[in-house]
Structure formats: C-alpha cells, structure tokens
C-alpha cells in the first residue's frame, strides 16, 4: 500500500510547478506531486551515498531493464540494438527534426496534441503543417484522407505521433496506427512515436507499441520511450530512442551525440533500472489512484458543473475538459479561471486544432487537491457565465 494521499510540501525545491503565487493551486504542467516508488528514492540515495559524481556509461543492466519491463508490461520484444540512450523524449524529438529534416520542410501534427511538438518544430525553422483530429459527439477520430494528403506533400518529411495522445488520453488502436504507419513509410515519412504516456493507462486498458503493429510501422520510425512520465522523475532526464531501422536508428544516435543530449546523469541509470526492474507494485497503485480520481471528476462535472465535459480518455493523468457551451471564442479560458479562482490549468489552445475550447486539468496530486481544483472549476464557470 502506498501513501497517494498525504500531499508533499513542495516549496523550496524550485518546483515549476509550484512557481505560484500564494493560495493559487496548480494542475497544468505534466508532473505529479506525488513521491516516486520507494525503490527508486532508495536507488538515488544508494547513488548518492557513493559521493563520487564521475562521467557514467550506459551499461547492460540499463538495455535489459528497458527489454523486460516492454516484454512483461507490454508484450512487445525490444532488440538491444535498437536502444539509444538519450537526455529526454523533448531533446529526441528536437534532435530528429534537426537531424533528419530539412529547414522549411513539413512536420505533420495530429491536432490538438502536446504543444512541445510545435516547438520542436518552429524552433528549428521547420513548417508545423497540422492534420486535425475529427471531434464529432465528443470523440475525436483521425481524417484518414486529410493525414494522406499531408503525409503525400513533398515537402513533407516527418509526422510526430503521440501515443497514447496527450492531451485526450486517447489509446490509438491497431488498425489506426497500421494505417498511419503504411501512410508514413509509403509516403517516405519518418514517424517519431512519443509514447511517454503508455505506461499511465488507466486499469484494464493497454496501449499498442507502434513497432508492435506492423513491418512498415517498424520501419519507418523512431520510438521515444522513459520511466519519467509514469514513475515522476522527469526531473531526471533520462530516456530512450527506439528503432529496428538501421539507418534510422544510426542517424538518431549521431543526432543525439552531436547535440550532446546522449549521455547520462549521475541518476539516470540507477533510476531507470529501479523503475523497470521494481516499480510496477507501485505503478499499478498509482494507476488505480489516477482511475479513481479520474471517475470522480466525471461525476463531480456532471453534477455541478453541466457547462463542461469530460473527455472519455483512458490514459494518462491528464483531464480534457470541454468548455465549449461557455462563450470561449473570444477569451483565453484558463487565464480567466486562474484570475478568479487561483486555479492554474493548461488552455487549450496551445495544443491546436480545436484545443481552443478546452482546459488541461493535471490531477496526479492527492485526492483532496483535486476536489479543491474542481470546487475552484465550478465557482469560475459560475463567475464565467454571469
Ligand atoms: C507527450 C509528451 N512527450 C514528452 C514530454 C516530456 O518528456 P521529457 O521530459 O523526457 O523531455 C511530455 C511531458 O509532459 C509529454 O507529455
């Protein structure tokens, strides 16, 4: 039995987070305020203690620990060859669009999607050429022939992928991404799949690798996998990019090197091994938590708060919420709730397509700051719609 519930003070530790101004309560940025499973703190201290803070290799343990936990939690085998160690799925990300694109060349989105992506992009003088997600009856699918058409643009040269998505906490099937995967590789596109979500699905659901679906899947992608996201040590910065492609697979390791972003921190081994190798008791915990939270948002919305909806997501710990029956055209949604109520939530639009209408809410933090959150979303939306 872990503790989810008793909050963790996190003042003093220079938290981004928590950067707020007193009495605000912050549920937008994608960490969790709880504490990592024990045998992770236990691997850092057990790290620190050594007091010798040298350069580090990557060694066996690290590539096994990535294998195992893929082929125990996710039924797929990774090849050793196929892990390249890196700083973060961020640093990847911009690595390959560096590296493996071309200045004015098409990067392809699935909008909305995680705003980074168009960072990476824009940052490094590429074209975000967006493929909007369909939102129909409060679902979102994918307009197959609109992502045809753009991954078809010679100008085209890179799709990233979010699986699962954030914002939606959508689970792409198998035949969705056998079909964006042939799309891709028919089309000369390099897929890089961003599954650092894949971990948090809720109870009973389970995500599909993109190199589990399909040779051309395979063969036209970078894959970013790390404990950071499900295990809450982004902090640590640690990840690893996947591919059973050659080529591909040399060219990220050469992008990753000479953007100095391959190598390891002092933790980031020992934490990954521990995360792999002895988190999953807590992981599944954490998991039920979130679930739990999750469905009392649902309830809770529906109860108080008819104005909004929820997205019915089955991963992650991230809360779309709809807020299109208020009159949000005009106004930057969460800037508004955060001004009248101190709740900080992530707008919507930052993540394109039709994130216009909605907010981010985080909730991995205990049970009671999300009722604090939710009580804070229903007295704004009342405010709002006076
Ligand atoms: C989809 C997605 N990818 C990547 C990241 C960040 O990964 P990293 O900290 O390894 O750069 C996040 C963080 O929120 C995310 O949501």
């Known amino acids: 039995m872990f503790d989810f519930d008793t909050p963790v003070d996190r003042h003093g530790y220079y938290s981004s987070k928590w950067d707020i101004k007193e009495g605000e309560l912050p549920m937008w940025v994608a960490d969790m305020d709880f504490r990592t499973s024990p045998d992770i703190i236990e691997a850092i201290i057990k790290r620190a203690q050594h007091g010798v803070f040298g350069y580090t290799d990557i060694p066996d343990e690290w590539y096994d ?6 082929q125990k939690r996710h039924n797929v085998t990774l090849k050793k060859e196929g892990l390249v160690y890196s700083a973060g799925v961020v640093p990847t990300i911009s690595s390959a669009v560096r590296k493996l694109t071309t200045a004015g060349e098409n ?7 995680y705003n980074i992506f168009f960072n990476s992009v824009k940052n490094n003088g590429r074209n975000v050429l967006e493929a909007p997600l369909v939102y129909e009856q409060g679902r979102y699918h994918i307009d197959f022939d609109d992502l045809e058409r753009k ?18 906490g959508i689970i792409w099937n198998r035949e969705e991404l056998a079909r964006i995967g042939e799309l891709a590789y028919d089309n000369g596109v390099t897929v890089i799949c961003d599954e650092v979500h894949c971990d948090l699905t809720y109870p009973e659901k389970e995500y599909v690798p993109f190199i589990s679906v399909s040779e051309k899947c395979r063969q036209c992608s970078i894959t970013c996998i790390a404990p950071t996201k499900a295990f809450n040590i982004a902090g640590i910065q640690t990840s690893a990019a996947y ?58 919305i529906e109860e108080n708060i008819p104005m909004l909806s929820l997205y019915p997501s089955e991963a992650t710990y991230l809360l779309w919420i709809d807020c299109s029956k208020l009159d949000c055209e005009s106004i930057n949604i969460a800037k508004k709730i955060r001004s009248l109520t101190g709740l900080f939530l992530s707008d919507g639009n930052i993540y394109g397509g039709n994130g216009q209408s909605f907010v981010r809410m985080n909730i991995a933090c205990p049970r009671s700051y999300v009722i604090d959150g939710l009580e804070r979303l229903s007295k704004a939306v009342r405010l709002m719609a006076k």
């Open 107 to 113: 990067i392809v989105l699935m909008t909305p999607v």
């Open 65 to 70: 620990a990535y294998i195992s936990h893929w």
């Open 243 to 300: 591919s059973e492609n050659r080529r591909l697979r040399h060219k990220i390791w050469r992008a990753l090197n000479t953007d100095e972003v391959g190598e390891p921190n002092v933790f980031a081994v020992n934490a990954t091994i521990a995360a792999f190798e002895k988190g999953a008791p807590w992981l599944d915990e954490l998991r039920d938590y979130i679930y739990q939270s999750a469905l009392f948002a649902k309830k809770y």
């Open 151 to 168: 991954l078809s643009d010679k100008q085209t040269s890179m799709l990233l992928l979010c699986n699962p998505q954030n914002p939606g």
